[in-house]
């Protein structure tokens, strides 16, 4: 059956009028991008995955890999044949790029190659990178739109876990995982349990299973967007549209940001606005429907479950009238959960309850004042996070699933982030930004880091200033 993308766009504006009719009340012209933000970081917006390595002068590759339900996936890599593989996978409406956006001195992709490791970034299903399909067009066939995170656990991981292992000739890699791409690692290893004996360690950041205490405050809006537009159709297709409205003016720059803290919690000293551009040109970059839906109905049962039909289809695809729920003690690989205390969307309630549940959580790490992006691109992470990450990450690459090998902190451990003198550092040695007082306003920012040509490690130290709240 054809179907129109087209017409699946003008569904999702549902979900997006609210914030269109801010954006379009508040309209006017000029290039505030242009005048207030670097030129490289504005270039770095536009740029996808493989330009961004090619740019920073890394080794890039792309590879293709199809799942047992005919989808085509695209998996990037910074290649260091020979050395240990590890499987970077995003989360929601995201891609690769997540892992190397925030530049060579903050993303984690940069800091693993840096490492010694040959790093693989996965993209899932329906996302800007993997749209192929061996049957079936993702712009004109409804068909390809029937998939929820299910899917990808089952089918998508899989594949990329067995395409990395054979192109590397690795019985077992180290796998990162982030918002969703933690939860269909939990769907994957609890449905084909075989898949555990080939992780050394899942690190999960911002995990996602249990969603009761979820406190996105625009859920409640995206919930009666997404029930108008059913289960079948791609949600927030890649696009420059964002990018452009959002900084046309330093307002509508301050709307996007309250958007944006709503869904993913609000941590100012963390957050890096002279980078903020680039996060917006690559996000959001494709999903279905039905990937969301999914979420929301978690929320609603208390369960980490598989998708609910209703009751007469779900007796016809599980022979019950309720989903079956996911047997997380089956996840026997050792996982290692770093979590916000901020994070709308991961709360701690839920990973500590996740925590008990699973059965060999080695590392529990609660991070103080962190949202669920920060895990990935706080100021702090190369000096904070990314340490951690790789001393467990080693440890348990060391010990080769020995049953005798002792979980590094499987009780919870608070940190709170110190933040950085606000004093500059010398050149190329200090990988955060600086940090910024509420009252700042936004205005006034051209002054910080206009050099043309400046790599985004550089632009990185030069933070632009939040919005204040008023």
Same mark, same amino acid.
């Given at each position: 059956?054809?179907?129109?993308?087209?017409?699946?766009?003008?569904?999702?504006?549902?979900?997006?009028?609210?914030?269109?009719?801010?954006?379009?009340?508040?309209?006017?012209?000029?290039?505030?991008?242009?005048?207030?933000?670097?030129?490289?970081?504005? +270039?770095?917006?536009?740029?996808?995955?493989?330009?961004?390595?090619?740019?920073?002068?890394?080794? $890039? +590759?792309?590879?293709?890999?199809?799942?047992?339900?005919?989808?085509?996936?695209?998996?990037?890599?910074?290649?260091? #044949?020979?050395?240990?593989?590890?499987?970077?996978?995003?989360?929601?409406?995201?891609?690769?790029?997540?892992?190397?956006?925030?530049?060579?001195?903050?993303?984690?992709?940069?800091?693993?190659?840096?490492?010694?490791?040959?790093?693989?970034?996965?993209?899932?299903?329906?996302?800007?990178?993997?749209?192929?399909?061996?049957?079936?067009n993702?712009?004109?066939?409804?068909?390809?739109?029937?998939?929820?995170?299910?899917?990808?656990?089952?089918?998508?991981l899989?594949?990329?876990?067995?395409?990395?292992?054979?192109?590397?000739?690795?019985?077992?890699?180290?796998?990162?995982?982030?918002?969703?791409?933690?939860?269909?690692?939990?769907v994957?290893?609890s449905?084909?349990?075989?898949?555990? $004996?080939?992780?050394?360690?899942?690190?999960?950041?911002?995990?996602?299973?249990?969603?009761?205490?979820?406190?996105?405050?625009?859920?409640?809006?995206?919930?009666?967007?997404?029930?108008?537009?059913?289960?079948?159709?791609?949600?927030?297709p890649?696009?420059?549209?964002?990018?452009?409205?959002?900084?046309?003016?330093?307002?509508?720059?301050?709307?996007?940001?309250?958007?944006?803290?709503?869904?993913?919690?609000?941590?100012?000293?963390?957050?890096?606005?002279?980078?903020?551009? %680039?996060?917006?040109?690559?996000?959001?970059?494709?999903?279905?429907?039905?990937?969301?839906?999914?979420?929301?109905?978690?929320?609603?049962?208390d369960?980490?479950?598989?998708?609910?039909?209703?009751?007469?289809?779900?007796?016809?695809v599980?022979?019950?009238?309720?989903?079956?729920?996911?047997?997380?003690?089956?996840?026997t690989? #050792?996982?290692?959960?770093y979590?916000?205390?901020?994070d709308?969307?991961?709360?701690?309630?839920?990973?500590?309850?996740?925590?008990?549940?699973?059965?060999? %959580?080695?590392?529990?790490?609660?991070?103080?004042?962190?949202?669920?992006?920060?895990?990935?691109?706080?100021?702090?992470?190369?000096?904070?996070?990314?340490?951690?990450?790789?001393?467990?990450?080693?440890?348990?690459?060391?010990?080769?699933?020995?049953?005798?090998?002792?979980?590094?902190?499987?009780? #919870?451990?608070?940190?709170?982030?110190?933040?950085?003198i606000?004093?500059? $550092? #010398?050149?190329?040695?200090?990988?955060?930004?600086?940090?910024?007082?509420?009252?700042?306003?936004?205005?006034?920012i051209?002054?910080?880091?206009?050099?043309?040509?400046?790599?985004?490690?550089?632009?990185?130290?030069?933070?632009?200033?939040?919005?204040?709240?008023?």
């Amino acid at each position: 059956m054809l179907w129109s993308g087209t017409y699946a766009m003008q569904h999702a504006s549902w979900i997006l009028g609210p914030l269109w009719l801010a954006l379009q009340c508040m309209r006017v012209a000029g290039s505030y991008l242009e005048d207030n933000f670097p030129a490289s970081v504005i +270039e770095d917006a536009h740029l996808s995955t493989l330009q961004l390595l090619e740019k920073y002068k890394y080794p $890039a +590759e792309a590879h293709q890999v199809t799942t047992e339900d005919k989808y085509v996936l695209t998996i990037h890599r910074i290649p260091r #044949p020979g050395a240990q593989p590890v499987l970077l996978v995003h989360g929601l409406e995201d891609t690769s790029s997540t892992w190397i956006l925030m530049g060579p001195h903050s993303g984690l992709g940069y800091f693993l190659y840096s490492q010694g490791y040959d790093v693989w970034m996965g993209n899932v299903r329906g996302n800007r990178y993997s749209r192929g399909h061996l049957q079936l067009n993702s712009n004109t066939d409804r068909a390809y739109w029937t998939f929820s995170w299910h899917e990808i656990g089952m089918y998508d991981l899989p594949a990329m876990i067995d395409g990395v292992l054979a192109k590397t000739g690795f019985q077992k890699l180290s796998y990162f995982g982030h918002s969703q791409g933690t939860t269909s690692f939990f769907v994957m290893a609890s449905s084909r349990p075989e898949y555990n $004996a080939k992780i050394h360690l899942m690190s999960a950041l911002a995990p996602v299973a249990f969603i009761a205490h979820v406190k996105a405050p625009l859920l409640g809006l995206a919930r009666v967007g997404i029930n108008i537009l059913g289960e079948s159709f791609e949600l927030f297709p890649h696009s420059d549209i964002y990018l452009k409205q959002c900084v046309q003016s330093a307002g509508m720059l301050k709307t996007c940001l309250r958007f944006y803290w709503q869904i993913i919690g609000k941590n100012r000293e963390e957050l890096n606005m002279t980078m903020f551009p %680039v996060v917006l040109g690559h996000l959001p970059s494709g999903c279905n429907v039905k990937q969301a839906m999914h979420y929301m109905q978690l929320q609603r049962s208390d369960r980490f479950c598989q998708y609910d039909y209703e009751a007469k289809e779900n007796q016809k695809v599980y022979g019950r009238t309720t989903p079956p729920d996911y047997r997380l003690e089956r996840v026997t690989a #050792p996982v290692a959960l770093y979590y916000g205390s901020n994070d709308y969307l991961s709360a701690v309630e839920d990973v500590q309850r996740l925590a008990k549940i699973l059965p060999n %959580v080695v590392e529990n790490h609660l991070y103080k004042k962190w949202n669920h992006m920060d895990m990935l691109w706080a100021i702090s992470a190369r000096r904070s996070i990314q340490p951690k990450l790789l001393e467990v990450m080693k440890y348990w690459e060391s010990v080769g699933g020995r049953k005798n090998a002792e979980a590094t902190t499987s009780f #919870p451990v608070e940190e709170e982030v110190p933040q950085p003198i606000t004093e500059p $550092a #010398p050149e190329g040695e200090n990988d955060v930004g600086e940090s910024y007082d509420d009252e700042t306003e936004i205005e006034g920012i051209n002054e910080k880091g206009q050099e043309d040509g400046k790599g985004q490690d550089q632009q990185q130290d030069e933070a632009v200033e939040p919005p204040s709240e008023e």
